[in-house]
């Protein structure tokens, strides 16, 4: 519980930064993976995910350790590949890394994820207010006739493409996907809502 505190903590520094200067700084992410792999290494954590380290690291107390290892690198690879081919920004990824470290892989990727959907309907409820739902859905009606009369995919305008991009904070995403994950609201919602 020592952990999912401070991660929280960290967390909402980097909210307070992503939200109001659009960074989420490496004074925040660096510490916060050092601290990560610290509290892991201690044992304060429990986040073995069961089938890694070797029985033989297990034996030394080095199961915190290697989670908060492989979390770190599991999910940072997965955030560098969005960052390579999808533009995510290089503070994303490292909050997505220093999450992993502090969760290990199993929950760590479980965040993640969440932290992908919740930013996507972030994004979208953003695209919405920002255009309008009759100008965004007359846009996209138009755009599909114009690609259908042309036979082929035609781009967007650099202006279309820019209304298009609002920007996407994925701290409060993660924050809430930590939460989410950590206190398994999802498990105890889902039976209520869908008996």
């Known amino acids: 519980m ?5 991660l929280l903590i960290w967390l909402a520094a980097a909210v307070a930064t992503d939200v109001t200067l659009g960074k989420i700084f490496n004074a925040i992410t660096y510490p916060g993976m050092v601290a990560a792999i610290a509290f892991n290494a201690l044992g304060s954590a429990g986040v073995a995910s069961g089938w890694w380290p070797p029985k033989a690291a297990a034996a030394w107390g080095w199961v915190g350790l290697w989670a908060s290892v492989l979390g770190l690198l599991a999910c940072g690879l997965v955030m560098v590949a969005c960052y390579v081919f999808f533009r995510v ?3 994303d990824v490292k909050l997505i890394a220093m999450i992993g470290a502090f969760l290990g892989p199993d929950q760590g990727i479980l965040v993640m994820l969440w932290t992908f959907v919740l930013g996507a309907c972030a994004g979208l409820i953003l695209l919405v207010w920002r255009l309008g739902p009759v100008r965004l859905a007359a846009s996209v009606a138009r755009h599909v006739l114009w690609s259908i009369r042309l036979g082929g995919f035609h781009p967007l305008t650099p ?6 991009e609002p920007p996407l904070f994925l701290a409060p995403s993660a924050l809430i996907a930590v939460i989410v994950v950590r206190f398994e609201v999802a498990e105890r919602l889902l039976p209520t809502l869908f008996p």
Request: aromatic letters at 0%.
């Open 159 to 164: 202006e279309q493409r820019r209304q298009l």
């Open 2 to 6: 020592v952990v999912t505190v401070v």
């Open 89 to 91: 920004g290089g503070g």
